[in-house]
């Protein structure tokens, strides 16, 4: 199979989690588009690593994974905090500030 | 099937060396970020505000101090050359702005320490502008228990030192990997950090969400522009990737077949970008900054607002610069496009701003679309006049923001223009050193922004961007504007009855304000010194 | 290293700028004037430097003198360079002169309120007024002196500052809930100007990207040696973005509409300082940097600006006929002036020029001596509208008699100063351009009709209801108008002194730009005068 | 000797100085400090006259360089005088007839408070007129011209607290400046041209004049006569000497009457040398003088206030002055001589004038006056001299001057000669009717007093001695300058080396034009002996034909100039005012008003939204990605 294929899953995944997060409310379902996002790197890092025959790229996908997950901790704290404060997890509801 | 014979022609991967004295202003940061999570376990809660401060500044001073070592040493110039297998360059502009950074924190750690300007807590304990206990619900008990019982989120100060440590490694980040991974590392804590308001919770934390998401999504963007120039050049390390684009280095068939496809590269460019642009600000992935501004602790904005901006513009300039000099016809125009719109848009949405934060908020906006023509100009001269923008501008706006902190009233800071009326009256010597700031802000001459101003439109202009230098003088006409709009309003307006008393800080914000106003005249009327430092700083080892 | 004259002149006013802010704040009145006598020490020690500046300048010696260098931003090619040419100096000399007068005339208008009860409000607004004045005056001196573009440009911007809060902060308090309008008046004189010095400021980087170093004197060599040449775009471009600040500052038509909001909120004195003072350098900004830097330029557009400055003369002219207000009068009167001065600027003849340059000097010492005494009589009655006013003559003749003087010299009175530079400057402009010199010759009728207008108004007929108690001049105001006057009286009488210093210099200005007076047409055959 | 020439002019100089600026102080001795430096002065000028009286004739002028003036390279403008027989001449009569009004004003202005100051104003007149005629250039000429106008400026609104003599004040010197305007241009023109403005080499310059410069020569011809009828108050620039008679009485004698209207003619006989080369500007200057002299005579005809009336014959004898100047060397020497004996008996009339005025409560309207003879002995015979010598009754000194110039002007030749001819002698006839007119309507008739605004009776009386002894020596010039001058053609002999002289060439015999001029001055005197002398004159004016109506009004130049000048101007004025507020600041505000609206809806995209700040993102991530492969694909 043509890896060029997995390069063009992996755009199309991104584009699904970034179009995800434009229409999605709930900031968890906003949050999991993200992580689509970032896993649809790394599956194109692994598709070009596997085409240029050097591990550059699979070695990234791991500290795309750590980060991801960091990423994680941070961010379901703020939108559990919020959450807590607001007893809602839709993005919209929060628009105090604007103009 | 495949996977046998590739793991036969890969090579055993070898030890990495690792150049410590080279990496050690960052591992000076990094370990006092981590003594700072040991204190906040083991140390008893009332003594940790003054431990964290000592570990905090003791790092930031150690960093401080190595940065000048190697400066000193050479590794400025001379001996300028990448470290840790090419992951980090160790050369001027990495130095130059790793120093700014760290006197940056500095300034924000001691106003991070400020603890006379909020009203003592129940028990007579002083209070900082953070949440007593950033997890409680606003309002709860459990809020007010943390408050009555005298907590603080002593926690800031490691969040601190690991963004700080961040910024210092982002700027100074010879590939990709390295980039990405150093702009997650400053920008996690950040998120943190903008939730963390005493006042206002609701703002602060709708401003750490919106942070959150935005810099979540805008990383994305940046790793999937990664794994694209990756996939076009075989490698993350910039200083590969523009042999490859420049065509110098070796073709390997696989390499040959990728580099045929140059919308990989192009394409990947503008992803990067989009992540490095969403971190200066630039328009149209600023609309993160007046919300973020607003909603965090004043501190952390100034801090945030100073030191992303130099740690971002080194990462965009060594980028654009290192990596990606041989497709400047490509990518020029487009940053032309951006500045353009950067400087117009914030300068404009500015005029009709009434709080006093947001008006800094696209205040900043121009002034990273002023820093861009400076980028664009893609030489020594375009290089030197950015780094000593982001000096000025950086100590400037922690300036500004320091002098936010003070004008209060009984809800805490009184952000609202409408509240400044009249302050000139009141407090003629505040009132001063911030329009002080604002002349700054605006460029008028014998302020460092005049003089930063100055070299990065020179600079445009000795690259052939006269439209740029137009075009940028025409907003800074526009910008200036609302700069004196807010000068008339503090010293031509009558003041309010009722309006906000300006708090007598202790000398932790005093310091941050007097070092802002008196860099920001130092670099108006004596810049000769600082941009001979910018100048020489301004090489890029590859 | 010989002494610093030129930085010394500069420096004093600014150190007694920040002297007179720092002086501890006034407890009763005493102490007030106290605080008051030290900048006006200040201003007048400045005037004796001045003095000995202008003793010390040799007129037709090098073109600049008393040269001072010091390195500053060297990567830009910045040098703290100071000199001056005759004009220079002369200029110099009218700002240190007219500083003091107008802090004289100034005594009172910066003094706090005294509120019922007749406590005295304790603050620094009295000293930070003249503190301003002080630093105007330091900003406009550097100016005078600078021969280094960047120099000049920093100063030229940096005195929008002061004058900015001079307008701002001390406006006309006889119309107490007009704040708003003086805001806005201090607000528009700022954009107008930052817009203006911005957009030089373009014109300033375009020029080092060309020359790569700012120093007038290498540029001027380099120009005439042909070691540096701009191609015309670029030398037109240059040019328009310098001349749109300085007309911006000069004002000329159509930039000028910030100059009668600004002068008509300003305190009488301030106002002064920005027409006669502050004006000024735009003015003599044109004869030094445009002319000089871009010859081929200034020859491109002159005629353009000509036109334009004919218009300013009588647009100015006639709305200062049309106005209700005292100070807008005076403001319009202003703008006219400058159409004579840019006129004679860039008709590029040592006539227009030297005529220019005198006028630079007359028409300060004239508008100085005309607005302060309208100051006076506008402090005593609390208002500046002409309505208000009838037959002041009456009732105080010598402040009526005084305002006539200095009104006659504002229409160009021979025997008082401005006659003398309002004639070479038309004649300098007839000798190329008949036309506009004839069109110009017009604006004298115009300016009889708004100085006697004005003068009819509020002086004579019989004594209007309200003017009964007007005081005649006090000591302090005598002080202030009669060495004006005689200033006016021998600048028009025996101007020879001052033509002898300014004439090598606009011979040299003319000489750079490549242009010679035209010849008489018929050859005198008897030979030159008697 | 000669070096006094300044002094003539620093005298009353001083004396203007010292009298302005010395404060209540010299109150009580101004007046006679005033006057003494007057007669000081005409002292030095006699002493100058006799002096050069004793030079032989090509030895006469002097010139006394004093200093530099303005240097501007090429530009060399001196102050140097020049005394010749012709600055003689108006030295004499301006010193003298000076001397002499500053006597009778100690007199008239006895119970002004600001008396000093009048004579401080005097004596600054005194020496910009010596000033005007002593200079030796045209430029310091044009210091000592807009001096007189200051100084006539400063007398005419004397009495200040009356608007209209403020406002008569204002208007003189407006419609000056016009006439200044033209002689600045003149000095351009001839620095343009000669490459200097000296008296000398520009006239030696212009004497040598070629076809190039003769269209020169008739623009600085035409120049000077914009300038001398400012001065002069010739049509179309005259409408203001009827209302400087709001001035003090022995100004109007002094300045308006004797010597600073007479500038003009000296300005165009000074300036002979071009107008010789000038046909056109000679040509212009006949005509104005011409209609001038027509036009203030029948201004003069229906005037009732009696120092209007006299202004109008002004205006009309200068008219006659301007005239022969106009004619070239047939007419320079004439339109001097007339113009000194118009000093004599024109100043005597108008302290006649005020005489009257001083016994009649300030009273002007002669149809509030008559039968005044029986109280005002020597004021009657005085004016009454000075009535007969300006109707050109022989042997008094008008019968002599302006008979010259009637012959002067049939002298032209031609169609042109007769136009003049007739106009002057027409001029003539309208003269003696209007004088007549003035005589009878305040010397004879019966009385018609009424009382003054404050209700005062008048109670009509001789004026003191002070005031009278002038009246008579003026009345003494004018019996006896004519003759005088005409013995043995002195005065010819006298100016003709300055000026030139040359015969004319009329139609008529000299005899034939005396005689008819004779004629017509009788008959003007018959007439206005029927209707004014004959039957009473009523106190209110009869509505009178349309020319007397238009004339009563200036002939209607005053609404000319209203309408146009005045009233256009203020419409002008107001449009600018208002393009000022609405174009100008328009502009400025409307742009300040655009950012502020774009940015008011731009910043609406600042909805507070995340996922639309997102969208913001992801659109502007495209729109990266696709420009630069666009650069790509365009490259």
């Not at chain 2, 952390?300 to 060594?318: N, S």
């Not at chain 4, 008011?600 to 997102?614: P, T």
Request: aromatic residues 10%; hydrophobic residues 55%; glycine residues 10%.
């Amino acid at each position: 199979m043509n890896p060029v294929n997995y390069l063009y899953l992996a755009a199309l995944l991104f584009t699904i989690g970034a179009v995800g997060v434009l229409v999605r409310r709930n900031a968890i379902v906003l949050f999991m588009c993200v992580e689509l996002m970032l896993n649809a790197c790394n599956l194109a890092l692994v598709t070009f690593s596997r085409l240029h025959g050097n591990l550059d790229g699979q070695i990234i996908a791991f500290f795309t994974m750590v980060v991801a997950a960091a990423e994680v901790v941070v961010g379901l704290a703020i939108i559990v905090s919020v959450f807590r404060t607001r007893h809602s997890a839709s993005v919209d509801d929060t628009n105090l500030m604007k103009l | 099937m495949t996977g046998m014979t590739l793991a036969a022609a890969i090579p055993p991967i070898p030890a990495p060396h690792i150049e410590y004295l080279q990496l050690s202003p960052m591992l000076a940061v990094f370990g006092a970020a981590l003594v700072g999570i040991l204190a906040e376990a083991f140390v008893p809660r009332r003594h940790r505000y003054a431990t964290q401060i000592g570990i905090a500044l003791a790092g930031l001073a150690a960093s401080f101090g190595l940065i000048l070592y190697l400066a000193l040493d050479g590794y400025a110039g001379s001996k300028a050359d990448l470290a840790a297998m090419g992951a980090v360059a160790v050369d001027g502009p990495s130095l130059f702005l790793q120093g700014v950074i760290t006197l940056v924190a500095v300034v924000a750690v001691l106003q991070f320490a400020e603890r006379r300007l909020e009203p003592r807590s129940s028990t007579g304990a002083p209070v900082d502008s953070f949440a007593p206990e950033g997890a409680a619900v606003p309002g709860s008990d459990a809020e007010k228990r943390a408050a009555t019982s005298g907590h603080a989120t002593t926690e800031v100060y490691p969040l601190t030192m690991f963004a700080v440590g961040g910024m210092l490694l982002f700027p100074a980040a010879s590939d990709l990997l390295t980039m990405f991974v150093a702009l997650e590392v400053f920008s996690l804590p950040l998120y943190l950090l903008c939730a963390l308001a005493r006042r206002r919770r609701l703002l602060s934390q709708e401003a750490a969400v919106k942070y959150f998401l935005l810099g979540a999504f805008s990383s994305a963007f940046f790793l999937f522009g990664l794994a694209l120039v990756y996939g076009y050049a075989g490698s993350v390390q910039l200083g590969q990737i523009a042999r490859v684009v420049e065509g110098q280095a070796t073709v390997t068939p696989a390499l040959a077949n990728t580099t045929g496809n140059d919308a990989l590269l192009l394409i990947g460019l503008a992803m990067l970008g989009v992540g490095l642009l969403f971190k200066v600000g630039a328009v149209p992935f600023h609309m993160w900054t007046p919300d973020v501004y607003q909603g965090a602790p004043t501190p952390v904005t100034g801090f945030m607002a100073a030191a992303t901006k130099v740690a971002a513009f080194g990462a965009l300039l060594r980028l654009l610069y290192v990596a990606f000099p041989g497709i400047a016809w490509d990518w020029r125009p487009v940053l032309w496009g951006v500045a353009i719109l950067t400087m117009v848009a914030g300068a404009i949405i500015a005029v009709t701003q009434t709080d006093v934060k947001r008006l800094l908020a696209y205040s900043s906006v121009a002034h990273a679309g002023f820093i861009l023509t400076g980028v664009i100009a893609l030489d020594r001269a375009g290089l030197g006049a950015v780094l000593f923008y982001l000096a000025a501008y950086s100590f400037v706006t922690l300036g500004a923001f320091a002098v936010v902190t003070l004008v209060r009233d009984a809800d805490g800071e009184a952000t609202h223009l409408s509240r400044w009326a009249g302050l000139g009256r009141r407090s003629p010597l505040l009132a001063a050193v911030f329009a002080l700031f604002l002349l700054a802000f605006a460029g008028i001459p014998l302020t460092s922004g005049f003089t930063g101003k100055f070299a990065v439109f020179q600079a445009a202009a000795g690259s052939g961007a006269t439209a740029l230098v137009i075009v940028g003088v025409l907003s800074s006409a526009v910008a200036a504007f609302f700069y004196i709009r807010v000068i008339v309003l503090m010293f031509f307006s009558d003041p309010r009855a009722d309006g906000p008393t300006v708090a007598v800080p202790s000398a932790l914000t005093g310091t941050a304000i007097a070092l802002g106003a008196v860099v920001t005249v130092a670099l108006g009327v004596a810049p000769e010194y600082f941009l001979h430092l910018a100048n020489q700083a301004s090489l890029f080892v590859r | 290293m010989s002494f610093p004259l030129l930085t010394v002149t500069a420096a004093l006013p600014a150190v007694g700028a920040i002297l007179t802010a720092a002086l501890p704040a006034a407890t009763d009145t005493r102490s007030r004037d106290r605080n008051k006598v030290v900048p006006l020490a200040f201003s007048l020690a400045t005037l004796v430097l001045a003095c000995v500046a202008t003793a010390r300048f040799t007129p037709g010696g090098p073109r600049f003198q008393l040269t001072e260098y010091h390195s500053w931003i060297s990567q830009f090619g910045i040098g703290y360079s100071l000199g001056v040419d005759g004009i220079a100096v002369v200029l110099v000399l009218l700002t240190a002169v007219l500083v003091p007068f107008v802090m004289l005339a100034s005594w009172h208008d910066a003094d706090p309120v005294v509120d019922d009860r007749g406590t005295f409000e304790r603050n620094r607004r009295t000293q930070g007024f003249f503190a301003l004045i002080l630093a105007v005056e330091a900003m406009v001196v550097i100016s005078f002196e600078a021969t280094d573009v960047f120099l000049f440009y920093v100063f030229f911007e940096a005195m929008l500052i002061p004058m900015y809060f001079l307008i701002g902060g001390f406006g006309d308090r006889t119309k107490g809930e007009d704040a708003k309008q003086r805001s806005y008046a201090a607000v528009k004189f700022l954009l107008y100007n930052l817009l203006g010095g911005l957009v030089m400021l373009a014109a300033v980087i375009g020029l080092y990207t060309r020359a790569h170093t700012f120093d007038l004197v290498s540029i001027t060599t380099a120009l005439q040696n042909g070691s540096l040449h701009f191609p015309p775009v670029v030398e037109n471009a240059l040019f328009l973005g310098f001349m749109f600040a300085f007309a911006v500052k000069a004002p000329l038509w159509p930039l000028h509409t910030w100059l009668p909001n600004a002068m008509g909120e300003a305190t009488a004195g301030v106002a002064v300082l920005i027409t006669a003072v502050v004006d000024k350098v735009g003015t003599y900004a044109m004869l030094r940097f445009c002319l000089n830097l871009f010859p081929e330029a200034s020859k491109t557009f002159a005629p353009a600006i000509l036109v334009l400055s004919v218009i300013s003369i009588l647009y100015g002219a006639l709305l200062a006929v049309g106005q209700k207000d005292i100070k807008r009068l005076v403001a319009y009167a202003s703008i006219s002036h400058f159409g004579f001065i840019i006129l004679g600027i860039f008709a590029l003849t040592s006539q227009g020029q030297s005529g220019a340059a005198l006028y630079m000097v007359n028409h300060g010492v004239s508008t100085a001596a005309w607005l302060l005494v309208a100051g006076f009589l506008m402090s005593r009655r609390g208002s500046r509208l002409i309505a208000d006013y009838g037959g002041v003559q009456k009732v105080a003749p010598v402040l009526a008699g005084t305002f006539l003087v200095g009104g006659l010299a504002i229409l160009s009175l021979p025997g008082l100063g401005p006659f003398v530079s309002e004639f070479l400057v038309l004649v300098g402009t007839f000798e190329r351009y008949p036309a506009l010199g004839i069109v110009a010759t017009a604006g004298i009728v115009l300016a009889a009709l708004y100085v006697l207008v004005l003068y009819q108004r509020t002086m004579t007929g019989p004594v209007k209801a309200g003017n009964e108690g007007v005081k005649d001049l006090k000591a302090r105001e005598l002080v202030v108008v009669a060495p004006l006057i005689a200033m006016l009286l021998v600048l028009g009488i025996y101007p020879k002194p001052i033509a002898d210093i300014v004439n090598p210099s606009v011979n040299q200005t003319l000489s750079q730009v490549g242009r010679t007076d035209p010849a008489p047409h018929v050859v005198n055959a008897i030979g030159g005068g008697q | 000797m000669d070096n006094l020439i300044p002094v003539l002019v620093a005298v009353p100089l001083l004396g203007a100085a010292l009298l302005l600026c010395g404060g209540r102080r010299l109150d009580r001795v101004g007046h006679l400090l005033g006057t003494f430096l007057a007669f000081a002065s005409f002292g030095v000028g006699l002493a100058l006259f006799f002096s050069m009286l004793g030079r032989s004739v090509d030895q006469r002028p002097i010139h006394d360089h004093l200093f530099t003036w303005i240097p501007v390279n090429g530009f060399q403008a001196e102050v140097g005088f020049q005394l010749d027989q012709l600055s003689m001449t108006f030295v004499l009569l301006i010193t003298g007839v000076g001397s002499l009004i500053h006597l009778y004003s100690i007199g008239y202005m006895a119970h002004d408070e600001k008396r000093r100051r009048f004579f401080g104003y005097l004596n600054l007149f005194l020496a910009a007129m010596l000033l005007l005629v002593l200079a030796d250039n045209y430029l310091l000429l044009y210091v000592g011209w807009e001096g007189v106008g200051l100084a006539s400026y400063l007398l005419i609104g004397f009495w200040q607290h009356k608007p209209s003599a403020a406002t008569a004040a204002k208007k003189a010197f407006l419609v000056n400046r016009v006439g200044d305007v033209g002689l600045s241009i003149a000095v351009m023109l001839m620095f343009t041209t000669f490459g200097t403005f000296a008296f000398t080499p520009v006239f030696a310059d212009a004497s040598k004049a070629t076809q190039a410069t003769q269209a020169t020569l008739t623009g600085i011809g035409l120049m000077l006569l914009l300038a001398a009828c400012g001065k002069s108050a010739q049509v179309p620039l005259q409408s203001w000497l009827g209302d400087a008679m709001e001035g003090p009485t022995p100004v109007s004698a002094l300045i308006h009457a004797a010597t600073m209207v007479t500038a003009g003619v000296y300005l165009i006989t000074r300036s002979s040398a071009i107008f010789n080369q000038a046909p056109t500007a000679q040509l212009a200057t006949v005509v104005v003088g011409a209609v001038t002299l027509l036009f203030g005579a029948i201004v003069g005809c229906a005037k009732d206030d009696i120092k209007k009336a006299l202004a109008g014959s002004t205006m009309s004898q200068i008219g006659y002055m301007v005239l022969a100047a106009g004619l070239g060397p047939i007419g320079y020497v004439f339109a001097i001589m007339h113009l000194v004996t118009h000093g004599f008996f024109k100043a005597g009339l108008f302290l006649g004038a005020g005489s009257v005025m001083h016994g009649m409560n300030d009273e002007v309207d002669m149809r509030k006056y008559g039968g005044l003879a029986k109280y005002m002995k020597w004021t009657t015979v005085t004016f009454g001299l000075g009535y007969l010598a300006i109707i050109g009754v022989p042997p008094f000194s008008g019968f002599y001057t302006k008979d010259k110039i009637i012959e002067a002007a049939f002298g032209h030749g031609g169609t042109e000669g007769w136009i003049l001819g007739t106009c002057a002698v027409i001029g003539a006839a309208v003269t003696a009717f209007y004088m007549t007119r003035v005589m009878l309507m305040t010397f004879f008739g019966e009385k018609r007093w009424a009382d003054d605004a404050d209700g005062h009776q008048p109670h009509p009386h001789e004026s003191p001695k002070i005031m009278v002894i002038p009246m008579v020596l003026l009345a003494v010039g004018s019996v006896a300058g004519g003759f005088l001058f005409n013995w043995n053609d002195s005065f010819v002999r006298w100016l003709s080396p300055v000026t030139g002289v040359a015969e004319g060439n009329p139609p008529l015999n000299p005899t034939v034009i005396q005689i008819l001029t004779g004629v017509v001055l009788v008959l003007g005197v018959a007439v206005a002996w029927m209707m004014y002398g004959r039957r009473p004159v009523p106190a209110t004016p009869p509505l009178g034909s349309l020319l007397t109506r238009a004339a009563r009004r200036d002939l209607l130049q005053d609404d000319f100039n209203h309408v146009v000048l005045v009233s256009g101007g203020s419409h002008l004025t107001r449009f600018l005012v208002y393009l000022e507020g609405k174009g100008l600041d328009g502009l400025v505000n409307g742009i300040a008003a655009l950012v502020g609206g774009t940015s008011g809806r731009v910043r609406k995209i600042q909805n507070g939204y995340v996922r639309s700040y997102a969208l913001s993102m992801f659109g502007g991530a495209l729109v990266l990605a696709v420009t630069t492969l666009l650069m790509r694909a365009v490259a």
